[in-house]
């Protein structure tokens, strides 16, 4: 795959995530496990749609509960491994699974998008 390509499809998947993530937050959900493995995306029709999985470790961000930090240390940001909880730690995973995903090329899509 070109880097031209997956930059393209990075944008347009963190766009699109961005949004999702304005509905969540919005009902006051927080992922917080947002990682490539959690992100899936189909083509369909020649277009792309991406969406989040796993909400296992979802929390209200009013809830008052002791949850455990998420496994994928690499992609939460230090407030969240310090226990607070931020909206803004969902966007910073996003970012950081799609500069890794575009760097490491882990996209599988036909190139003739």
Not at 9 to 24: P, Q, V, W
Not at 28 to 34: A, M, P, V
Not at 75 to 93: A, M, V, W
């Amino acid at each position: 795959m070109s880097k031209q390509l997956a930059a393209y499809i990075s944008s347009f998947g963190t766009r699109i995530l961005l949004n999702e993530l304005k509905m969540l937050h919005s009902i006051k959900i927080l992922h917080r496990d947002i990682k490539p493995e959690n992100i899936m995306w189909i083509e369909n029709e020649e277009k792309l749609f991406f969406f989040l999985i796993d909400f296992g470790g979802s929390i209200l961000i009013d809830e008052d509960l002791d949850m455990p930090i998420t496994k994928s240390r690499i992609f939460t940001p230090i407030e969240q491994l310090n226990g607070e909880r931020k909206f803004e730690s969902d966007i910073y995973s996003i970012g950081k699974s799609f500069k890794i995903i575009c760097e490491s090329n882990k996209i599988k899509i036909d190139e003739e998008i």
